[in-house]
């Protein structure tokens, strides 16, 4: 049986008092989500270890949105896996499109966080999806399909089962423009077959979540997709009660 997961990707927002409230209400409303959700919730550095600790004793995780690609050393403004699973993290979101995007980072790049995040202990949510002009031209199952080659065909078959995939078509992120549920299902099993060519059954456990302007009123319908184990989430994770009634999308 896959995981089911609702991550929350707080990006930069949250001053360090508001993230220990946002988390601590989602740990006092979580009991009316099925058991069977597993929620995430991704502050920014600074408050990681706040929230850790807002969160302890229940069953929420917490992962970094973001890690370095060197192990440490003379890289000023940067944050080692080591370092943020070192405060207890237990995953690292990496390649949202966001970092691709405005950070430059590239395949290249991100083979080394994923070898970093690996080596600390992290498991890796891995974000993938083609922008509006690349969908418009009917190219996004290649541009995912590369984006998946170039970094996860690299990993051992044990890596690859600690793996989250989040798939996030760019025009959908923060637009409050979704990806219908058909869409989704579409090419979440596409990524399922290619992981599938490469890994064989193992990629009938990997989660693989959906992101982009998912909130309480669509969760559902995506997540009774079969090949949809699950979201992560941008705006809406910033309200407790959004974030769980999205859990709430997976009937109790
Ligand atoms: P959104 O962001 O839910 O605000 O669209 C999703 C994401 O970027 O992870």
Redesign the pocket.
């Given at each position: 049986m896959r995981k089911k997961i609702v991550a929350g990707?707080w990006k930069m927002n949250t001053l360090p008092a508001e993230g220990v409230e946002l988390a601590k209400n989602v740990v006092a409303g979580r009991g009316e989500v099925c058991s069977c959700v597993n929620f995430i919730v991704c502050p920014p550095f600074t408050h990681l270890s706040q929230v850790i600790d807002a969160v302890k004793g229940s069953d929420i995780a917490v992962g970094a949105q973001n890690c370095a690609a060197e192990a440490k050393g003379a890289y000023t403004g940067e944050v080692a896996a080591s370092m943020i699973a070192a405060l207890g993290c237990e995953y690292v979101i990496l390649g949202?499109s966001e970092r691709r995007q405005y950070y430059g980072e590239t395949s290249e790049t991100l083979n080394k966080k994923m070898a970093q995040a690996y080596a600390n202990g992290l498991k890796p949510i891995y974000c993938v999806g083609e922008n509006l002009d690349e969908r418009e031209a009917g190219k996004h199952f290649d541009v995912v399909k590369a984006q998946i080659e170039e970094v996860v065909f690299n990993l051992t078959a044990e890596q690859f089962s600690q793996l989250v995939i989040a798939y996030?078509p760019v025009w959908?992120?923060?637009t409050g423009k979704t990806a219908t549920a058909e869409q989704a299902q579409e090419i979440h099993a596409y990524i399922r077959k290619v992981l599938a060519g490469k890994f064989g059954a193992a990629a009938a456990e990997c989660p693989i979540l959906y992101?982009?302007?998912?909130k309480p009123s669509n969760a559902a319908e995506i997540f009774a997709k079969e090949d949809v184990d699950g979201g992560?989430?941008?705006?809406?994770a910033l309200k407790a009660e959004d974030f769980l009634a999205i859990g709430k999308g997976f009937a109790k």
């Amino acid at each position: 049986m896959r995981k089911k997961i609702v991550a929350g990707n707080w990006k930069m927002n949250t001053l360090p008092a508001e993230g220990v409230e946002l988390a601590k209400n989602v740990v006092a409303g979580r009991g009316e989500v099925c058991s069977c959700v597993n929620f995430i919730v991704c502050p920014p550095f600074t408050h990681l270890s706040q929230v850790i600790d807002a969160v302890k004793g229940s069953d929420i995780a917490v992962g970094a949105q973001n890690c370095a690609a060197e192990a440490k050393g003379a890289y000023t403004g940067e944050v080692a896996a080591s370092m943020i699973a070192a405060l207890g993290c237990e995953y690292v979101i990496l390649g949202h499109s966001e970092r691709r995007q405005y950070y430059g980072e590239t395949s290249e790049t991100l083979n080394k966080k994923m070898a970093q995040a690996y080596a600390n202990g992290l498991k890796p949510i891995y974000c993938v999806g083609e922008n509006l002009d690349e969908r418009e031209a009917g190219k996004h199952f290649d541009v995912v399909k590369a984006q998946i080659e170039e970094v996860v065909f690299n990993l051992t078959a044990e890596q690859f089962s600690q793996l989250v995939i989040a798939y996030e078509p760019v025009w959908a992120i923060g637009t409050g423009k979704t990806a219908t549920a058909e869409q989704a299902q579409e090419i979440h099993a596409y990524i399922r077959k290619v992981l599938a060519g490469k890994f064989g059954a193992a990629a009938a456990e990997c989660p693989i979540l959906y992101g982009g302007s998912c909130k309480p009123s669509n969760a559902a319908e995506i997540f009774a997709k079969e090949d949809v184990d699950g979201g992560l989430i941008g705006g809406a994770a910033l309200k407790a009660e959004d974030f769980l009634a999205i859990g709430k999308g997976f009937a109790k």
